[in-house]
């Protein structure tokens, strides 16, 4: 009887030992299939990061490239009219040059004008000198014709 008690009780032993290594067994494998889940979700989690940090990316990328291109095109209105400014300044220069010549003609003109006034005004003197002259040498002989007598 002895041996059949203790049989007994190895029976109960080895099914309670089967029953905490099946709860066991079913332990792991739920930790397992909890840990496959989080690990999953954390790998979405990480795709989605990955995607939103390329869509950010991007979006930095397209920003980057319109203000360059606003800036292109500020720089082409920019260099547009500072050639517009340069060509403006060209053409005053040259109208300034262009009135410098017409007033140094202009001066020249009358100063040709003056030295020919000047010139009849010379002609006139020397000639009125002459007569001066002429009169002087003809009052001379008559003071001397006078002076014979």
Known sequence: MLRSLVGSEMC???????????????????????????????ETELEHMRMEEQKQRKEERRAAEKVAADQASKLEVAT?????????MEMARKQAVE???????????????????????????????????GLQEASAREIDLLSDQ
């Open 99 to 133: 009135g410098q010549i017409a007033e140094k003609a202009m001066a020249e003109t009358e100063l040709a004008r003056v030295r020919a006034e000047l010139g009849t005004e010379k002609m006139e003197l020397e000639r009125d000198l002459k007569q001066v002259q």
């Open 80 to 88: 547009q009219e500072l050639a517009s400014v340069r060509q403006e």
């Open 12 to 42: 109960i032993r080895d099914s309670s030992a089967a029953a905490v290594k099946e709860a066991g067994c079913k332990e792991v494998a739920r930790l397992q299939h909890e840990a496959f889940l989080s690990v999953a979700a954390a």
